[in-house]
Each structure stands twice: as C-alpha cells, then as structure tokens.
C-alpha cells in the first residue's frame, strides 16, 4: 500500500534521496469535501513508531498529514499544538511542511515553536503545551507533522543526562493505549512499538478489527498495528466512553493486575505517604469524639476530609503520578487533588487504628482486562471488621451523605494491597437507596385557587441532587431558589411557608423540604370546567430525575447507556375539589415490571378526592444495548402520563 510504503521510506530510510513526491501523490488521491460531506479534515496517514528501552523509556516519532477539507476545518488547525507535563514528558516539534492546493510547499521555521503554560483548572501541575502557528490555510491544503516524545506522558530531549525522570514509574515496564478511532476520518492509521525481546508482551484490539504482525529485529520484537479507512464514531446520547465501543488497542508489559497492585502498594509504603504526625493524631481524636462504631469512625473521618480538604491540584514536587503525597503535606495544604484526599483519610484511617489503602478507578469508562494503566482517579478502601474492603470516596462526597458515590456504580478498581488484588468492579445500589419522593396535598377552590402543602424527600444519588441545588448557592439565597422552583408552577404563586433543616447537617439524616403555597387563579374555572396541572407532575425539581433528560427518540442502540445512578421516584398528589365536579378523565392503572425498570402509574377518584401516582424504578447505571426498550418504555410512560393536565366538569 502507498501509505504503508511511506512510512517505510520516512521512518526507515530518513537519508534516502527520491525524486517522485509521494506525499503530493497521497493528497490528490485522498478525495475532498465532496468525499467526505460531513467531515472538517481528513487524515490522510497517522503513523507512529516506539523504541522502547530496557528501563520502560520510550522514545516516540509521530508523522501525521492532515487534509484541509472546509474552511473550519482551516480555521481549526491553523495552529499545531501539542501538550505534555515538564515533570513526566518532553515533545519536540520537529517539522511542520505546509502542502498548498496550487502545489506550492512551505516548510516552517521551527525556530518559532513556542512553549506556553496549558490553561488549567483546579489542577495546577505546570503543564504546559508546544504549539507553532501555521496560519491561513484553505481547503484542499494539507498540514504534514513530525513530532518527536519521550516520557511515560509525552516526551523530551534526548542524551541530556536527565532521561532517569522519564522513566515510567513502574519502571521497566512499558504500556500504551492507543486509539484508533477519529472525529474525523482516517485513510490509514499504524502504531509500531519496538520491545527488549527478554520483556513478555500481551496486547489485545478491541471493538473492531486490526492488521498486526511480530518480527524479531535484532534484540527486539517490533510489533505492527494497521488500520484503514477509520471513520467518525457514530455518537448516540447517553452513551457510554468512546474508548469503551471504538476501536482500541491495549499492549502491556506488565504480567497481571496482581502486579500492578503490589507495585502501587509498595511504591506508597515506600514512600511513606501515609505516616501520621502528632498534629494528624490529635485532629483524628478530635474528630472521632462522638464515634461509638467501625461505621461512626469511618463516617465521621470521610467526610472530614471530604468537606475540609479543597480539591485543588497545587502542590508540587516529589510524590506526583502513582506515589501519593504525604499526609503531612496533605493536612498543611487542606487541599489537593483525587489522590490527596484519599491519601489524608488513609492517613487518617491508619492513625485511627484501622487498616487501609489506595485504590485506582477510571471515572467515567471501563477499565479492560489487559494491564494498561487505565485510571484517572484515586480512593481509599479501609478492612472491615468482617475482614472484607470497603471503598470509601472523598474526592466525590463533599457534603453528601455516602461514603462512595454510588455515581461510580458498575466502575472497575484496583486496591494497592499487601498481597496483590485482581480488578474488580463497583456493586450496583438498589434503587431504593436513592430515592426521590415528591407528595403534594392540596385543595381547588371554584374560584380557580389552589392550595396545597409539598413535602419532598431525598436519599443518596436523588439527595445529592437536591442539597446540591443549596450547597452550590449562598445560603442567604436558598429561600429565593426555591421561589423560583416554585414559579415555574405560577408567576402569581405565593410562599406562605417554607421549612427544610440546615443542608450541610447531611449526618443527621435524608433531605426533607416542605412547602406550603397558594396560588390564585391557578386554575382555568368557570361554572362548568376546571382546568388545571398538577403540581408533582409539572416537572418542578427535574434535576432530581435525570433520566428524563434523557432522549427516548432513539427506538434502537447500537451501544450501551448510562444514567447517572439507579433510583426510585415516587410522585404523589392528592387534590380535593369543589362538590358537584368530577374528572373527566377515568381512573387509569398501567404497570410495566421489567428487569431493569418498573414503572406503576394511576389515577384514582373517590370521595370528592383526585389521587394521582406514579413510581418508577431504575435499577443500574450502566445498561446494555438490549436493555434500552424495557427502560424506554418506562420513561416515556412517566413523561407521558395522562395526569399532565386535569380536567374536571360540573354534574349538576
């Protein structure tokens, strides 16, 4: 092929004088926005060689060349950038060729490569970004890129004597993840890695298929991964990581997750991350006052360091990546990031006289069974009475009533344990533990007021919903914030009372809000008809039910979905009206008991009462693609219950 043949002259024979221009040849051939209607760029080839030492070092040469298709496709890559962390990493722009439309070719003057500080939020490690401007460019113009890495991140200058501080940190070992899916498509996509033969590899290709081969060169295995016409993910809402369904490749040197646990056990231990101090003891003894329990010592420890220790990544130096910063540092700074506040409670667990450790996750996708390091965030899990682990979560519990997030149901982790442990994956939470339960009582007079008093109460995931909407405001606005809730019912409606004990007190018990209201005219009433919405169902409080956010457009899907947690809703309301009217509407019962979702809905009419209900049960996080038709139909059901509006005529 081609493409394949230049990679071959680029990166195997750099001296090799030729006359023809493959490069021209490759760009003319690869088609245009005609090709490609919805599509901004096109990359013609993205090639990538690794020369992997015996240390773990790895040095990396990337040669991409993108086509220009549209002009946003110009406007977005008229400037080259690359980031890396200084710490980990170097990258060197080594040469950028522009290939004009008219045939013109201009090569930049790398003289110009720049080297800002990344933007950055509540992270701030000095990572920083090469970048290089190419400036205006013009559809049918092609970008070719040369970039040099090294580093377990990124990269950086070779045989300057600190290469040691790129090393990876599991050091003689070396991994990768490599995507090969696009946002735009790819005509042909290589990875090769060169490996010490003495170093045993394992790799797996997911979602897709992939050209591949092993050669012995030499002292070294290079393996060769191909594949062509790489088109867009196709996107479906809700749906889980992309690196979860799209094409990926995963190589590894290291043998199992078991080792990778006891590397990430001994590295802390080492270190001594988790040494107390006299200033850590006597806060623990503080703080553990009250604590009558195993469950009371754990509690009250989490959410100290939950809601004391700020999340912001600011302190440097010795302990970044997989060895965690001390304790001390920790308790001097009051913040840090994931793994420094799981660091502050082991520290403090251990100070306690418990026993505990780190763990590694991966927010937000799935961590496969080969052992690349797919992690992005780190907990603590503490040994039970009972002799089991328990996860505990302070990064994602400030002022929320878990331990754990049960956010992170149905996620992988890997303990750092004495003895090693496989991968495992979070429990489900039963539904009930995450409860949302809204009731409203009321009465409609004839002349079109209603009155009524609204209770609503909250548990775990549905809690944090709802005491987020108080933490996340001044408290000298909480009563204001639920006034506007409370408009979207009626512009004209009035508080006569509001009641809801203190937000942050989130030990003493669930959420609870009550409400007393009245709103004139809510009604539309005459002496014959009354027409009206009930409260519960008008969607007040929606960000309480996020699955109501989600599309149910979509009949079908081709991958798996997610929630933000498993839940049961409750909706109630019970509506005396004026002697004499009836609805007009009949009573309605309808139940749908699946696997993964239950819905009961009804509507009853007794004793000059209206009795509406609903209850819906969503039993995981994470479904399947064969899950979705069960949960559709039970959330269409509680979107489109009859009860929307009311509508009730006068018999006499």
Not at 210 to 235: C, E, G, Q
Not at 318 to 329: P, R, S, V
Not at 344 to 357: H, K, Q, V
Not at 537 to 555: N, V
Request: net charge negative; with cysteine.
């Amino acid at each position: 092929m081609k493409t394949k043949l230049l990679f071959l002259i680029l990166f195997l024979l750099p001296g090799l004088l030729v006359t023809a221009d493959p490069i021209k040849d490759l760009i003319e051939q690869a088609g245009d926005a005609e090709k490609y209607p919805n599509a901004n760029v096109l990359t013609v080839f993205d090639s990538t060689v690794v020369d992997v030492q015996e240390s773990g070092l790895s040095f990396v040469n990337t040669h991409q060349l993108f086509k220009i298709l549209t002009k946003k496709g110009a406007l977005d890559h008229r400037i080259v950038t690359y980031g890396y962390d200084p710490l980990s990493a170097y990258v060197e722009i080594r040469k950028v060729v522009i290939h004009r439309a008219n045939g013109e070719t201009e090569v930049l003057d790398t003289a110009n490569v720049l080297d800002y500080t990344a933007p950055a939020r509540m992270i701030y490690w000095g990572a920083s970004e090469k970048m290089i401007e190419v400036g205006r460019l013009e559809p049918g113009d092609a970008i070719e890129v040369f970039l040099f890495k090294k580093g377990y991140t990124y990269a950086l200058l070779y045989d300057n004597g600190e290469d040691e501080k790129y090393i990876p940190p599991m050091r003689g070992h070396y991994y990768d993840i490599v995507p090969f899916w696009s946002s735009e498509p790819m005509l042909e996509k290589v990875y090769q890695t060169s490996v010490p033969e003495d170093k045993t590899v394992q790799y797996k290709f997911y979602n897709g298929e992939i050209r591949s081969s092993a050669v012995l060169r030499d002292d070294k295995m290079i393996y060769t991964f191909t594949k062509t016409d790489i088109m867009p993910l196709k996107r479906e809402p809700n749906m889980v990581a992309p690196s979860d369904v799209a094409p990926k490749l995963l190589i590894s040197t290291s043998p199992d997750w078991y080792a990778k646990s006891l590397w990430f056990f001994g590295v802390n231990e080492d270190f001594g991350s988790f040494e107390s101090t006299a200033e850590i003891d006597a806060k623990v003894d503080e703080i553990l006052q009250s604590a009558q329990s195993f469950e009371d010592t754990i509690s009250l420890l989490t959410h100290w360091v939950a809601d004391e220790i700020r999340y912001s990544g600011i302190s440097m130096g010795e302990g970044e990546g997989y060895t965690l910063h001390t304790g001390k540092m920790n308790f001097r700074d009051r913040c840090g990031v994931c793994k420094d506040k799981a660091g502050m409670l082991i520290t403090m667990l251990r100070a306690a006289g418990l026993e505990s450790y780190p763990a590694m996750t991966m927010a937000g996708s799935r961590i496969d069974y080969i052992p690349a390091d797919q992690f992005n965030h780190c907990v603590t899990v503490v040994k039970t009475p009972e002799d089991n682990y328990k996860l505990l979560d302070p990064t994602w519990v400030p002022f929320l009533r878990e331990l754990w997030s049960s956010a992170e149901q149905q996620q992988n982790y890997l303990m750092g344990v004495p003895g090693g442990a496989d991968l495992k994956i979070t429990p489900v939470s039963d539904p009930e533990n995450h409860y949302f339960k809204m009731i409203n009582k009321a009465e409609v007079n004839k002349e079109g007021d209603l009155e009524g008093k609204l209770t609503i109460t909250a548990e775990g995931q549905s809690d944090a919903a709802i005491r987020r909407m108080f933490t996340s405001n001044y408290k000298s606005e909480w009563n204001n914030w639920l006034m506007d809730e409370m408009r979207k019912l009626s512009s004209e409606i009035k508080i006569k009372r509001i009641k809801f004990h203190d937000p942050y007190d989130y030990m003493s018990g669930p959420i609870e809000i009550n409400i007393e209201y009245n709103i004139p005219k809510y009604t539309v009433a005459t002496d014959q008809e009354i027409i009206f919405n009930p409260v519960v169902f008008s969607g007040i409080f929606k960000r309480a039910m996020s699955h109501l956010y989600i599309d149910t457009s979509l009949e079908e899907r081709e991958y798996a979905f997610r929630d933000r947690c498993s839940r049961l809703v409750v909706l109630y309301e019970e509506i005396k009206i004026p002697e004499g009217f009836k609805p007009v509407t009949k009573d309605f019962d309808l139940e749908y008991d699946e696997e993964i979702a239950t819905y009961e809905g009804s509507i009853n009419f007794e004793n000059n009462t209206l009795k509406l209900r609903e209850e819906i049960s969503l039993r995981k996080r994470i479904y399947e693609p064969e899950e979705w038709p069960d949960f559709r139909k039970v959330v269409i059901a509680q979107k489109k219950f009859p009860a929307k509006q009311i509508i009730l005529t006068n018999k006499n």
